[in-house]
């Protein structure tokens, strides 16, 4: 008897496991488009993990174009296939097989990060399937001679000499504090912004972004007492950061990256620790249709690189509306790409960089808002 | 009970091991053992067979790549970790350290800072991942059952975090590049095809195989099994205990070396966030979960581990709340694992490193 | 890096590495009360302190209805209102952290100890037909209908299995801890509030400066978490070594077996002590709120792993120890970073407990919940 139980239960587990096998094929695809496109496009972003948040807007982004465009086009829809890397490099390599191997698509969107990009592309290159990132912006991914990357924004060889040139130049600060999180993309951008202020930096330190106390970084900003500090890294500690930096009585500007440039994420989430801080961002808000269709959307106001999704997938949308009808097609119509999106003109050089991504938009928090306040070339 | 007999008569072959497969003739049992490995040789194909297909296949993803990039990473290191945990009875929260000193070894040789071709940094990276592991066995496996656990999982943590804070290593930004090997006859290599890996993987894994069961049946796995089950009695019987227990961090971080090199060269870039604390307790779950102590059972519990996430990618979100819940069910319904170490099915088990 | 930083700021850093010592000391104390009865690595505590923060946040915005912000500003409450909140605060996150460690115990532990019971049943069968149900539906009402509706049966199967339960070999514990830990923490990102990356927990304690001390400030936040801490472990010490339960705990710890024969009520013992260790992690989160203003759903990863190595540091079942510990490592963890830099905060913390454990294998003062004095 007390076997037969045994026996039950494992039973009834094994065929738990075989029911969830047989079923999960019949679940639905996560994208709402119609079922019958014959085209479509991929998205390689962080859907689930740690990076999540940042990658929930390049979903809305991309998904948002791509409703856009189907209501536009009833008779040639397209559908936006998504594929969840968790910004892990480890699951990119099977992804992008996964997307290469999928016909339909004729184009990726993405990959949503620099880690994930390097170990997708060289794939995506055999395979001759252009992509277009709007959030990967390691200052080397470019210089790989990759045909089939493509970035529409600035990368952070742009970005940082051009946020030290404001801070320089605009901020004229005695000394300058500089932290960052230690990630491929903060410490990326901290080190630029390091190397074009020079002897200006008076104290530097690395958070853990994963921790919850940056005492130590702190401390070390206030016995320093620099006039202005740069955070390289996301608004997630760039929150934690001001709150504790304010709260220790350290009265410097603050300065972020385009990380940080996210209305809800940050603005909304520090409050008056937010308040006077300057962002810098190779982006442009958007085109205030962009930004009412996305609050229509989703409710919400639109977070980090949403502009760039949405830009990113009306490039390919476009080419396809063009006429392209295969990966060879899309990828050649590519490089002579050159029309305006919400957040620039869009032409892609010879890297695969934008030509126009060269100027950074400067933004500043006042009363609760991020507001434009300036160019820097 | 009649049925219940016949139950039992089913499903001793999975309980009790090879119980009716030992009766079998010889010849029958090499043919089946062959037959065996030929299919798992085909197993990226296996998306392809009726049934089996719609079983393994990971849709949103492509199952040839998750073979390689996760199943065969897991099934080393589950293998690997066994020999640590399974053998010794030694707790290794920070086994993928060695993964990372394996990866970061070839890494540096084939891309960032010479250009060896592969099959020369291979044994390089796993003389470099044994030597890791005596480097951190020497002072630290006096340190009894738990206590161990939190200092190798320091370690673990401690390569990670140098890894990210070193530019010669590479930094945050991680280091891409990274050699293929060399095409062997109709093998090629390419970042296009991942199943010339999974060949080549699944060769290493039955080398591996081989290796540790003949270790497990010698003198040192004897010399393992007695300081598993009571450590002061086997140095009171004259077993030199550090030395034992001292081969089996070094072997087992062999192993992870070596996984550690496989996984570099196939996905051809590496970054410090690949090295994650969590990945050390999901090679722990693997091992648990197949059973402690059985080569079959971490091979199983390896795959599973690799294979269950992927597999219910179209949960979303939701995948690892699922992979939770099932790690739960299965420890509380089958705590000696899937496929428990023979002879230990019964009665009590062996209790691992009792701080006692 | 300037190394005579550390003299400058010497007690700045000792003043903040002493206010997140005292709350990994908190969250230590849990897992040292479970190693000490039941020489269990409880690695689902750190999800235990997670849960603890969404009850404070909870509580602060949906049974208080405080906003984040008013009109652009903290929302600060004074006198009564604000005294009566953080006491109200701290109740709650004890309550839901110590609720959250029994019902761990009773899911994830218990029937492995061969004592599984009819809670855990229904909670296991529920779980089962919930993972069963998304197979057919993402909705979730749906799924909680399927589940419920299989649960029923399921659970009579699985209590019957329980019924000849064995004790488990101890890392098939460790494993079912992971597993519990890993369900939480996604299970609160996925139907937790709603998801941006940090959950801001509302401020009502305007963060004063009362008095600096060698220039350091302290604040009365620090103030709170110093004094509030340090009265949390003297009633559990006290607990431990006056009453009945505590005598329990100590026989216990000492030899379960011989506890039972004794009389001691040895499941009621394991009880008491995991909601002892909840409602202190339950502490650790509202004071941890109260500094940091904020949580996550994987904010209890890296917290439970330095609280586990204080409670190693100081001496696993030891609870002075678990105290001496987390504020050895805060203190370690905060001058090593003036030091070596920011990045390096995790390195130093496991070289200072390699070092420790070189000289001192059981930890500073040695393992012992059964031998705790006053």
């Given at each position: 008897?007390?076997?037969?139980?045994?026996?039950?239960?494992?039973?009834?587990?094994a065929?738990?496991?075989?029911?969830?096998?047989?079923?999960?094929?019949?679940?639905?695809?996560?994208?709402?488009?119609?079922?019958?496109?014959a085209?479509?496009?991929?998205?390689?972003?962080?859907?689930?993990?740690?990076?999540?948040?940042?990658?929930?807007?390049?979903?809305?982004?991309?998904?948002?174009?791509?409703?856009?465009?189907?209501?536009?086009?009833?008779?040639?829809?397209?559908?936006?296939?998504?594929?969840?890397?968790?910004?892990?490099?480890?699951?990119?390599?099977?992804?992008?097989a996964?997307v290469?191997?999928d016909?339909?698509?004729?184009?990726?969107?993405g990959?949503?990060?620099?880690?994930?990009?390097?170990?997708?592309?060289?794939?995506?290159?055999?395979?001759?399937?252009g992509?277009?990132?709007?959030?990967?912006?390691?200052?080397?991914?470019q210089l790989?001679?990759?045909?089939?990357?493509?970035?529409?924004?600035?990368?952070?060889?742009?970005?940082?000499?051009?946020?030290?040139?404001?801070?320089v130049?605009?901020?004229?600060?005695?000394?300058?504090g500089?932290?960052?999180?230690?990630?491929?993309?903060?410490?990326?951008?901290?080190?630029?912004?390091?190397?074009a202020?020079?002897?200006?930096?008076?104290?530097?330190?690395?958070?853990?972004?994963?921790a919850?106390?940056?005492?130590?970084?702190?401390?070390?900003?206030k016995?320093?007492?620099?006039?202005?500090?740069?955070?390289?890294?996301?608004?997630?500690?760039?929150?934690?950061?001001?709150?504790?930096?304010?709260?220790?009585?350290?009265?410097?500007?603050?300065?972020?990256?385009?990380?940080?440039?996210?209305q809800?994420?940050?603005?909304?989430?520090?409050?008056?620790?937010?308040?006077?801080?300057?962002?810098?961002?190779?982006?442009?808000d958007?085109?205030?249709?962009?930004?009412?269709?996305?609050?229509?959307?989703?409710?919400?106001?639109?977070?980090?690189?949403?502009?760039?999704?949405?830009?990113?997938?009306?490039?390919?949308l476009?080419?396809?509306?063009?006429g392209a009808?295969?990966?060879?097609a899309?990828?050649?119509?590519?490089?002579?790409?050159?029309?305006?999106?919400?957040?620039?003109?869009?032409?892609?050089?010879?890297?695969?960089?934008?030509?126009?991504?060269?100027?950074?938009?400067?933004?500043?928090?006042t009363?609760?808002?991020?507001?434009?306040?300036?160019?820097?070339? | 009970?009649?049925?219940?007999?016949?139950?039992?008569?089913?499903?001793?072959?999975?309980?009790?091991?090879?119980?009716?497969?030992?009766?079998?003739p010889?010849?029958?049992?090499?043919?089946?053992?062959?037959?065996?490995?030929?299919?798992?040789?085909?197993?990226?194909?296996?998306p392809?067979?009726?049934?089996?297909?719609?079983?393994?296949?990971?849709?949103?993803?492509s199952?040839?790549n998750v073979?390689?990039?996760q199943?065969?990473?897991?099934?080393?290191?589950?293998?690997?970790?066994?020999?640590?945990?399974?053998?010794?009875?030694?707790?290794?929260?920070g086994?993928?350290?060695?993964?990372?000193?394996?990866?970061y070894?070839?890494?540096?040789?084939?891309?960032q800072?010479?250009?060896?071709?592969?099959?020369?940094?291979?044994?390089?990276?796993?003389?470099a991942?044994?030597?890791?592991?005596?480097?951190?066995?020497?002072?630290?496996?006096?340190?009894?059952g738990?206590?161990?656990?939190?200092?190798?999982?320091?370690?673990?943590?401690?390569?990670?975090?140098?890894?990210?804070?070193?530019?010669?290593?590479?930094?945050?930004?991680?280091?891409?590049?990274?050699?293929?090997?060399?095409?062997?006859?109709?093998?090629?290599?390419?970042?296009?095809?991942?199943?010339?890996?999974?060949?080549?993987?699944?060769?290493?894994?039955?080398?591996?195989?081989?290796?540790?069961?003949?270790l497990?049946?010698?003198?040192?796995?004897?010399?393992w099994?007695?300081?598993?089950?009571?450590?002061?009695?086997?140095?009171?019987?004259?077993?030199?205990?550090?030395?034992?227990?001292?081969?089996?961090?070094?072997?087992?971080?062999?192993?992870?070396?070596l996984?550690?090199?496989?996984?570099?060269?196939?996905v051809?870039?590496?970054?410090?966030?690949?090295?994650?604390?969590?990945?050390?307790?999901?090679?722990?779950?693997?091992?648990?979960?197949?059973?402690?102590?059985n080569?079959?059972?971490?091979?199983?519990?390896?795959?599973?581990?690799?294979?269950?996430?992927?597999?219910f990618?179209?949960?979303?979100?939701?995948?690892?709340?699922?992979?939770g819940?099932?790690?739960?069910?299965?420890?509380?319904?089958?705590?000696?694992?899937?496929i428990?170490?023979?002879g230990?099915?019964?009665?009590?088990?062996?209790?691992?490193?009792?701080?006692? | 890096?300037?190394?005579?930083?550390i003299y400058?700021?010497?007690w700045?850093?000792?003043?903040?590495?002493?206010?997140?010592?005292?709350?990994?000391?908190?969250?230590a104390?849990g897992?040292?009360?479970?190693?000490?009865?039941?020489?269990?690595?409880?690695?689902?505590?750190?999800?235990?302190?997670?849960?603890g923060?969404?009850?404070?946040?909870?509580?602060?915005?949906?049974?208080?209805?405080?906003?984040?912000?008013?009109?652009?500003?903290?929302?600060?409450?004074?006198?009564?209102?604000?005294?009566?909140?953080?006491?109200?605060?701290?109740l709650i996150?004890?309550?839901v952290?110590?609720?959250?460690?029994?019902?761990?115990e009773?899911?994830?532990?218990?029937?492995?100890?061969?004592?599984?019971?009819?809670?855990?049943?229904?909670?296991l069968?529920?779980?089962?037909?919930?993972?069963?149900?998304?197979?057919?539906?993402?909705?979730?009402?749906?799924?909680?209908?399927?589940?419920?509706?299989?649960?029923?049966?399921?659970?009579?199967?699985?209590?019957?299995?329980?019924?000849?339960g064995?004790?488990?070999?101890?890392?098939?514990?460790?494993?079912?801890?992971?597993?519990?830990?890993?369900?939480?923490?996604?299970?609160?990102?996925i139907?937790?509030?709603?998801?941006?990356?940090?959950?801001?927990?509302p401020?009502?304690l305007?963060?004063?400066v009362?008095?600096?001390?060698?220039?350091?400030?302290?604040?009365?936040?620090?103030?709170?978490?110093?004094?509030?801490?340090?009265?949390?472990?003297?009633?559990?010490?006290?607990f431990?070594?006056?009453?009945?339960?505590?005598?329990?705990?100590?026989?216990?710890?000492?030899?379960?077996?011989?506890?039972?024969?004794?009389g001691?009520?040895?499941?009621?013992?394991?009880?008491?002590?995991?909601l002892?260790?909840?409602?202190?992690?339950?502490?650790?989160?509202?004071?941890?709120t109260?500094?940091?203003?904020?949580?996550?759903?994987?904010?209890?990863?890296?917290?439970?792993?330095?609280?586990?190595?204080?409670?190693?540091?100081?001496?696993?079942?030891?609870?002075?120890?678990?105290?001496?510990?987390?504020?050895?490592?805060g203190?370690?963890?905060?001058?090593?970073?003036?030091?070596?830099?920011?990045?390096?905060?995790?390195?130093?913390?496991?070289?200072?407990?390699?070092?420790?454990?070189?000289?001192?294998?059981?930890?500073?003062?040695?393992?012992?919940?059964?031998?705790?004095?006053?």
């Amino acid at each position: 008897m007390k076997k037969f139980w045994k026996l039950a239960a494992t039973a009834a587990a094994a065929s738990l496991i075989v029911a969830a096998c047989g079923g999960s094929d019949s679940a639905s695809d996560t994208t709402s488009a119609p079922k019958d496109c014959a085209v479509s496009l991929g998205l390689q972003f962080p859907e689930t993990g740690d990076a999540a948040n940042l990658g929930a807007p390049m979903l809305k982004g991309a998904q948002l174009a791509v409703d856009e465009y189907n209501a536009a086009n009833p008779d040639a829809c397209v559908t936006l296939k998504t594929f969840d890397t968790q910004g892990d490099p480890a699951k990119a390599p099977g992804v992008a097989a996964a997307v290469i191997a999928d016909k339909s698509i004729l184009g990726l969107i993405g990959p949503g990060f620099s880690g994930e990009s390097k170990a997708a592309l060289p794939a995506y290159e055999a395979a001759g399937l252009g992509t277009v990132t709007g959030s990967a912006t390691n200052a080397e991914l470019q210089l790989n001679g990759w045909k089939v990357f493509h970035r529409i924004l600035g990368n952070d060889s742009v970005q940082g000499p051009a946020i030290a040139k404001y801070i320089v130049e605009t901020l004229k600060p005695a000394s300058v504090g500089i932290i960052d999180d230690a990630s491929e993309y903060g410490k990326g951008l901290a080190d630029t912004v390091k190397k074009a202020v020079g002897a200006g930096v008076k104290a530097s330190d690395s958070i853990d972004p994963k921790a919850a106390d940056f005492s130590a970084a702190v401390s070390k900003m206030k016995d320093a007492n620099p006039a202005v500090i740069f955070y390289g890294g996301y608004y997630g500690e760039a929150v934690k950061l001001s709150k504790q930096l304010r709260d220790a009585g350290v009265k410097a500007t603050l300065v972020f990256g385009d990380g940080v440039k996210d209305q809800a994420g940050y603005a909304d989430a520090a409050g008056p620790a937010a308040e006077g801080a300057i962002i810098a961002c190779p982006c442009k808000d958007g085109s205030a249709d962009f930004i009412s269709a996305w609050q229509a959307k989703y409710k919400e106001v639109p977070g980090t690189y949403g502009a760039e999704y949405y830009d990113a997938a009306n490039v390919f949308l476009n080419i396809i509306k063009a006429g392209a009808k295969d990966r060879a097609a899309v990828q050649a119509a590519l490089g002579t790409y050159d029309a305006a999106g919400i957040t620039k003109q869009i032409k892609f050089g010879a890297n695969g960089d934008a030509t126009e991504a060269a100027t950074v938009y400067i933004y500043k928090v006042t009363g609760g808002k991020i507001t434009y306040v300036a160019d820097v070339k | 009970m009649n049925l219940t007999q016949q139950f039992r008569d089913i499903t001793r072959s999975v309980t009790h091991g090879p119980g009716v497969f030992s009766k079998l003739p010889k010849s029958a049992r090499w043919s089946l053992v062959g037959m065996l490995i030929i299919a798992f040789y085909f197993m990226p194909y296996w998306p392809n067979v009726p049934v089996l297909g719609w079983i393994v296949n990971t849709p949103g993803t492509s199952f040839e790549n998750v073979l390689t990039d996760q199943i065969m990473v897991f099934v080393l290191m589950a293998l690997g970790l066994n020999v640590v945990v399974g053998f010794a009875g030694l707790l290794d929260l920070g086994y993928v350290g060695f993964y990372a000193v394996g990866a970061y070894t070839t890494a540096i040789l084939t891309s960032q800072h010479a250009s060896w071709p592969w099959l020369a940094a291979l044994p390089v990276s796993v003389l470099a991942a044994m030597a890791a592991g005596v480097i951190l066995g020497t002072p630290t496996l006096r340190l009894r059952g738990d206590y161990l656990a939190i200092v190798t999982l320091g370690f673990g943590e401690i390569i990670r975090i140098t890894a990210n804070n070193t530019n010669w290593l590479g930094g945050p930004r991680g280091i891409n590049n990274i050699k293929h090997p060399p095409n062997i006859g109709p093998l090629k290599f390419t970042v296009l095809d991942a199943k010339p890996y999974w060949y080549l993987g699944f060769t290493i894994i039955l080398l591996v195989l081989f290796v540790l069961h003949r270790l497990e049946h010698s003198r040192v796995g004897r010399a393992w099994s007695a300081v598993r089950e009571d450590e002061d009695a086997a140095e009171l019987m004259g077993v030199d205990t550090f030395k034992f227990k001292l081969w089996a961090f070094a072997i087992g971080a062999a192993v992870g070396g070596l996984a550690g090199s496989l996984y570099a060269t196939k996905v051809a870039f590496i970054n410090p966030d690949g090295f994650l604390l969590q990945l050390s307790i999901l090679f722990l779950a693997a091992v648990v979960l197949g059973g402690t102590g059985n080569m079959y059972g971490a091979i199983v519990g390896g795959f599973l581990v690799a294979w269950v996430p992927e597999r219910f990618r179209n949960f979303d979100t939701r995948r690892y709340f699922v992979f939770g819940c099932i790690l739960v069910l299965v420890m509380v319904f089958r705590p000696q694992g899937i496929i428990p170490r023979r002879g230990s099915a019964a009665g009590p088990a062996p209790v691992e490193g009792d701080a006692q | 890096m300037s190394n005579w930083l550390i003299y400058r700021t010497f007690w700045d850093l000792t003043v903040s590495g002493l206010v997140l010592g005292l709350i990994y000391a908190l969250v230590a104390l849990g897992y040292t009360m479970v190693y000490g009865v039941l020489r269990l690595i409880n690695f689902a505590h750190s999800e235990v302190f997670m849960v603890g923060t969404f009850g404070v946040l909870v509580s602060l915005t949906k049974v208080f209805g405080i906003p984040l912000f008013e009109g652009g500003q903290y929302p600060f409450r004074t006198g009564f209102v604000l005294v009566g909140i953080l006491l109200a605060s701290l109740l709650i996150g004890m309550f839901v952290s110590g609720v959250g460690a029994i019902a761990i115990e009773r899911i994830a532990y218990r029937p492995l100890r061969g004592a599984g019971d009819v809670y855990g049943a229904v909670a296991l069968a529920f779980i089962t037909g919930l993972i069963l149900s998304f197979i057919f539906s993402s909705d979730i009402g749906l799924n909680l209908i399927i589940a419920a509706v299989v649960a029923g049966p399921l659970s009579i199967l699985y209590l019957r299995i329980f019924k000849r339960g064995r004790q488990a070999p101890r890392l098939a514990f460790l494993i079912s801890a992971i597993g519990v830990s890993m369900a939480l923490a996604e299970a609160v990102a996925i139907w937790g509030p709603d998801e941006r990356v940090v959950y801001q927990t509302p401020r009502i304690l305007e963060k004063k400066v009362l008095f600096t001390f060698f220039g350091a400030h302290v604040r009365i936040d620090y103030v709170i978490v110093a004094v509030g801490a340090v009265l949390m472990m003297t009633s559990l010490l006290l607990f431990v070594n006056r009453t009945r339960l505590g005598r329990g705990i100590r026989a216990v710890a000492q030899d379960a077996e011989t506890s039972r024969i004794l009389g001691v009520n040895v499941d009621l013992v394991i009880l008491v002590t995991f909601l002892l260790g909840g409602a202190m992690a339950g502490g650790a989160a509202m004071m941890f709120t109260l500094v940091y203003d904020q949580t996550r759903f994987n904010i209890g990863f890296l917290l439970g792993v330095k609280s586990f190595t204080a409670a190693v540091l100081g001496g696993i079942g030891n609870i002075r120890g678990a105290l001496l510990g987390g504020v050895v490592l805060g203190l370690a963890e905060n001058y090593g970073s003036a030091v070596f830099g920011g990045q390096w905060k995790d390195v130093i913390a496991f070289i200072v407990l390699l070092v420790v454990l070189m000289f001192r294998p059981t930890g500073i003062l040695g393992e012992s919940l059964a031998k705790a004095r006053v």
